[in-house]
Nanobody, 122 residues
Framework: QVQLVESGGGLVQAGDSLRLSCAASGRTFSGYAMAWFRQAPGKEREFVAGISANVGSTAIANSVKGRFTISRDNAKNTVYLQINSLKPEDTALYYC???????????????WGQGTQVTVSS
């Protein structure tokens, strides 16, 4: 079992930056691929960024490439999502998820946090 707790969301203005954090507890964190998804009202949950276990290869959705960066600190059992140049369309509930392999589909992930809200005003 892996428990995930996200933090770092908030109300920001367009152009601002945020760093979201996801703290993990439970089984060996370094053995899990980690990902960030987001879900806006009335829309499906979408993959935004992922990072593999151990080696740390990353995948970023084309829609956010160049603005979003994912990283992990295995010593702190934490994964981060750096978001730059925020846009109103980035407004969503951002979720952290864990799985054995890095995938872009939500159904592939076994463990989920409760989410942290990001709201971007224009």
């Amino acid at each position: 079992q892996v428990q995930l707790v996200e933090s770092g969301g908030g109300l920001v203005q367009a152009g601002d930056s945020l760093r979201l954090s996801c703290a993990a507890s439970g089984r060996t964190f370094s053995g899990y691929a980690m990902a960030w998804f987001r879900q806006a009202p009335g829309k499906e949950r979408e993959f935004v960024a992922g990072i593999s276990a151990n080696v740390g290869s990353t995948a970023i959705a084309n829609s956010v490439k160049g603005r979003f960066t994912i990283s992990r600190d295995n010593a702190k059992n934490t994964v981060y999502l750096q978001i730059n140049s925020l846009k109103p369309e980035d407004t969503a509930l951002y979720y952290c998820a864990a799985a054995r392999l890095l995938r872009v589909t939500a159904a592939s992930y076994d463990y989920w946090g409760q989410g942290t809200q990001v709201t971007v005003s224009s």
